[in-house]
Nanobody, 111 residues
Framework: QVQLVESGGGLVQPGGSLRLSCATS????????MAWYRQAPGKQRELVAT???????DYADSVKGRFTISRDWAKSTLHLQMNSLKPEDTAVYYC?????WGQGTQVTVSS
């Protein structure tokens, strides 16, 4: 059974940073592409960043140069480093692997 558990969200001022983590279990981590999505109130869920099983990364235009997706192979954990945060980054952030989703972690960017 696959489990994805996000953590690291919170309230941060504009220009600040947060690091999200997604602890995985039941995932063959070395064989899986993974992603971060987000959903703001009243909006559809959108793709933020992806990382392939070989480590290739891709980002939504809105976060390029500010966010970095990475893997900790030893801990089977996915990360999202978010810098230069903006109010429009406010959303619930979800970890994804195939058809599997975490419960989400709230990120609020506000002064």
């Amino acid at each position: 059974q696959v489990q994805l558990v996000e953590s690291g969200g919170g309230l941060v001022q504009p220009g600040g940073s947060l690091r999200l983590s997604c602890a995985t279990s039941g995932v063959i981590f070395t064989h899986s592409g993974m992603a971060w999505y987000r959903q703001a109130p009243g909006k559809q869920r959108e793709l933020v960043a992806t990382i392939s099983k070989l480590g290739a990364t891709d980002y939504a235009d809105s976060v390029k140069g500010r966010f970095t997706i990475s893997r900790d192979w030893a801990k089977s954990t996915l990360h999202l480093q978010m810098n230069s945060l903006k109010p429009e980054d406010t959303a619930v952030y979800y970890c994804n692997e195939g058809d599997n989703w975490g419960q989400g972690t709230q990120v609020t960017v506000s002064s």
